[in-house]
């Protein structure tokens, strides 16, 4: 089955490059990925009259193409750095990614902790956790295999051995990955039963109030942008996120510590978007406020890796331990993208 991705292109996004877009709008595909599919010709332009929506639908800045694809002439575009321009309508087809075992390939991350049952690792910002569309190879559970050979092997799942939770592509962090059937079994009924604590630290928009508080909103797939989630009135799932402000960071932004009771996809990013508090370098949620300084818009986005990494970092994480039974706890420092940026929004 083929997995298709369909934009339409506003003003505020003409003159971007083809890749650079898709890289920010489809994080789960890298950038190399991205290469070898538009010049494979699995991407298509076309052109089409942008649709009108009401202040309040503007708002909420959809890049679906929302009109009936058979009636936009579509034809193969193969350049990387084609620009794109107003009304753009792009179509990009991903194959379906194979379900044969990942191969064990060395890939850079840190080792926390690791005994015979369970690994704990800080994974780098950019790093995919486990194979899917777009991504075959070149992700955690690639580095994994060749860190710890066979025993892992099929452990969870034949796509994503060991992992029993993830984080986005764009944040960094720690994980905990098990390395048994009885590991994986243990931590992922601590997931069920929110006994597995996590704590983020992360830079937003403004200063949310109240200063501390308790969010709590459905999780589920926006109807509108099929890439992104968003809180649900009458359906997704149950989410709740606690959130306390650590620090104002200048006159535009803060560090704010979050601390999840649920595991929801993007759970973090879309609870701050939704109380008015986005994350810096967000490519799906993100909301500027407006009159920033250009510099200041230039300079957060060379910190935040071309706005494709959200700032947002798991900092602290603790869980009974699958064969010793006792409550373990593991932390690490912010890293220094993170830290450059704390330092730069302090001054603004």
């Known amino acids: 089955m083929l997995t298709q991705h369909t934009f339409h292109i506003p003003p505020e996004k003409a003159g971007e490059r083809l890749d650079k877009f898709l890289s920010a709008h489809i994080p789960n595909l890298t950038r190399t990925r991205l290469k070898v599919l538009i010049e494979s010709g699995q991407v298509q332009l076309g052109e089409a009259s942008l649709p009108v929506f009401s202040d309040e639908e503007e708002s909420e800045g959809t890049l679906d193409f929302l009109g009936n694809l058979s009636e936009v002439v579509l034809t193969p575009c193969t350049q990387p750095s084609k620009k794109l321009r107003i009304g753009y309508v792009i ?32 994974k780098p910002a950019g ?49 905990v990955v098990a390395k048994n059937d009885h590991a994986h079994h243990f931590l992922s009924n601590q997931f069920s039963d929110r006994t597995l604590k996590r704590t983020y630290f992360a830079i937003c928009w403004g200063v949310p109030n109240p200063t501390e508080g308790k969010i709590e909103g459905n999780i589920g797939r926006d ?119 704390y330092e730069y929004l302090k001054t603004v």
């Open 91 to 122: 179509s990009l087809t991903v194959p379906e990614v194979s379900e044969a075992l990942p191969v064990a390939q060395k890939i850079e991350f840190d080792v926390v902790f690791e005994d015979d049952h369970v690994i704990v690792i800080n």
């Open 127 to 175: 790093l995919v956790v486990h194979p899917g569309a777009g991504n075959h190879d070149g992700t955690l559970v690639n580095g994994l295999l060749y860190h710890c050979g066979d025993s892992l092997s099929g452990i969870g799942g034949v796509a994503r051995p060991g992992i029993v939770h993830r984080l986005d592509k764009g944040t960094s962090g720690l994980m």
């Open 223 to 341: 109807p509108r942008h099929r890439q992104r989630m968003k809180v649900l009135k009458y359906s997704g799932k149950e989410a709740i996120t606690h959130y306390v402000l650590q620090e104002k960071l200048g006159l535009y932004c803060s560090l704010i510590e979050c601390t999840l009771e649920t595991g929801r996809t993007h759970q973090i990013r879309v609870h701050m978007t939704h109380k008015g508090n986005s994350l810096l370098g967000d490519p799906l949620y993100g909301r500027k406020p407006r009159g920033l300084e250009p510099s200041l818009k230039e300079k957060i986005a060379e910190l935040t890796q071309g706005e494709t990494r959200p700032v947002l970092h798991a900092a602290h994480l603790q869980f009974i331990h699958p064969v010793t039974e006792k409550l373990v706890k593991f932390e690490t420092e912010l890293p220094q993208d993170f830290t450059q940026l």
